[in-house]
């Protein structure tokens, strides 16, 4: 049966794409074609594949504004931050080369016999699974490497965000890629359990921690199958000392950055006890009016946009009832915006100090505050989660920074920093139920290939001659 696929823009209702979904049969087919299409791409010299990818950044930066636009339509990302992340995915490409090198690339030792070489290998087809809110970058994180590695890809973009998806085929298309090589199947969860199960090499996971949960238990009994997740958190910020403008802006670009839709996103704030952390609260509900929200092609352009979707909105709003329900004291509720749809909302600020919150990600902005009575008891309340995506601490005292990063159970712990805006040039990933010890970014081409270890020699390297010494005089045994 035909399903229709409609992805809208959640900024104005509108209708951004519409195609019928890929069916479990469209799905077996496009990952056979991508085996079959899999031994002529792996047997392509490396400096080829390279120029086939470098010909893709070319192709997104003649097209940069174009996608930018489609971005922002379908995620109601203002304009700015769309084409932002236009540039980081360009950027991605000679990342992604020096990773491949520095990470996955070819040693030749010389030893008395010959050599000790280490290669790489492509796993074979690669299922790549992306998320809505950075509907080009993440998957272009995975991509990229895994082209480059010798790899071909079927590629599932979220459902609410098939145009970008569209768009970063029909880019690779233009910049003389094998039609087989990268193929984008459009769908749902369907479409997406029909590729998982499929015959695949290698899942590469960028979403929900639930979902990510969900394919490790999948993948339990197919351990030939590598999988990378990239999940999400709910990430501590300690902000500890220092100027508390500085500090309150910091806090701002953390948590609710793209409406608060990234994983790297702040979800808890932890203050101390006593004037600091009250006057660092104070300040966060002060800016929070002042941060402007708007559509995506606004001017002047807006901070940020509306959540993904109404639902998404509706969700966040379950979430932060609960939070009070459980005796969260609002500071700065999640608000509604006049004349927007429903899908735009307010940052809010919700006191949860010596409650015990739920440890789920709100992926909206919302920020719980917890004060501590001291350092320790900080500590202790940041590593209080399952997940272990990002941190932060603001201070100013290398002391607390030097336990801090002792003490602190993330991928990334960032000082005097946002807990957002990380860099493709660092390994990203988390620990608990934020990944699978897998990160992504610069670490990307470690899943990308496995390691292929060779001793060579080009005849007899005395091997006979060796044992010589170790043979008894066995009968029958005949020297050759
Ligand atoms: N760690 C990271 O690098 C990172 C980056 C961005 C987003 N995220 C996380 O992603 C989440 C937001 O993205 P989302 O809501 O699109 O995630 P999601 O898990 O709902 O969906 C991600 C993708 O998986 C597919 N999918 C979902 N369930 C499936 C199933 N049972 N079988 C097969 N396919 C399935 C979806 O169709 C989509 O393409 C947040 O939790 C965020 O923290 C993590
Ligand atoms: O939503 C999750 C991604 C957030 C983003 N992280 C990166 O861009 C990682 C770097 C890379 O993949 O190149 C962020 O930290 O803002």
Same mark, same amino acid.
């Given at each position: ?36 299409? #899999?031994? *002529?791409?792996?047997? @392509?010299?490396? *400096? ?60 030749? @030792? ?17 299922? $790549? ?34 145009? $970008? ?22 769908? /749902?969860? *369907?479409?997406?359990?029909? +590729? ?8 590469? #996971? ?5 979902? /990510? ?30 100027? $508390? ?41 002060? +800016? ?35 939070? $009070? ?29 010596? +409650? ?18 001291? #350092? *320790? ?33 993330? /991928? ?42 060779? #001793? ?25």
């Amino acid at each position: 049966m035909m399903t229709m696929l409609t992805s809208t823009c959640p900024a104005t209702g509108e209708t951004v794409w519409s195609a019928p979904a890929a069916t479990a049969a469209d799905v077996t087919a496009a990952v056979a074609r991508a085996r079959a299409a #899999f031994r *002529d791409w792996r047997a @392509t010299a490396l *400096d080829d594949r390279i120029a086939v990818v470098r010909a893709y950044a070319g192709v997104l930066k003649q097209r940069s504004d174009d996608l930018a636009r489609v971005i922002a339509r379908e995620t109601g990302k203002p304009l700015w931050e769309s084409a932002q992340e236009v540039a980081t995915m360009i950027g991605k490409v000679e990342l992604s080369i020096a990773a491949q090198a520095e990470r996955a690339g070819h040693r030749e @030792t010389p030893m008395p016999f010959g050599a000790s070489i280490l290669r790489h290998r492509p796993h074979g087809v690669m299922a $790549v699974l992306g998320p809505y809110n950075f509907p080009g970058h993440l998957p272009n994180g995975h991509i990229v490497p895994a082209l480059l590695a010798g790899n071909t890809i079927v590629f599932k973009p979220s459902e609410l965000t098939p145009a $970008v998806g569209a768009a970063m085929r029909d880019a690779w298309h233009a910049a003389g890629l094998p039609d087989d090589v990268l193929q984008v199947v459009q769908g /749902g969860r *369907d479409t997406g359990a029909a +590729l998982v199960d499929g015959r695949i090499d290698g899942l590469l #996971f960028t979403g929900s921690a639930a979902t /990510g949960a969900h394919f490790r238990r999948r993948f339990a009994e197919r351990p030939d199958v590598i999988l990378a997740l990239e999940l999400g958190g709910n990430n501590p910020l300690v902000v500890w000392d220092g100027d $508390v403008r500085e500090a309150t802006a910091l806090v701002v670009q953390s948590a609710y950055v793209t409406t608060g839709q990234r994983c790297s996103c702040a979800r808890r704030l932890i203050l101390p006890a006593g004037t600091f952390g009250d006057a660092v609260a104070d300040a966060v509900a002060a +800016l929070i009016p002042r941060l402007t929200i708007g559509r995506w092609d606004d001017a002047p352009a807006p901070y940020m946009g509306p959540l993904i979707s109404d639902q998404a909105a509706a969700a966040a709003r379950g979430q932060v009832d609960r939070l $009070v329900a459980l005796g969260g004291r609002t500071i700065v509720p999640l608000g509604t915006v006049a004349g927007q749809r429903p899908a735009f909302v307010t940052p809010a600020l919700i006191d949860m100090t010596g +409650l015990d919150a739920p440890d789920d990600e709100i992926f909206a902005p919302v920020l719980q505050v917890h004060r501590a009575a001291s #350092f *320790d008891d900080a500590i202790a309340l940041a590593n209080a989660t399952r997940f272990g995506l990002s941190a932060g601490l603001v201070t100013a005292d290398d002391a607390l920074w030097r336990h801090f990063l002792t003490e602190a159970r993330a /991928g990334i712990v960032n000082r005097n920093r946002p807990t957002t805006g990380a860099a493709g040039a660092q390994p990203f990933g988390g620990i608990g139920d934020s990944g699978n010890h897998r990160p992504s970014a610069f670490y990307a081409a470690d899943y990308c290939a496995y390691p292929m270890a060779s #001793f060579e020699a080009d005849g007899a390297t005395g091997q006979w001659d060796a044992l010589q010494p170790l043979l008894g005089e066995a009968e029958g045994l005949a020297r050759p």
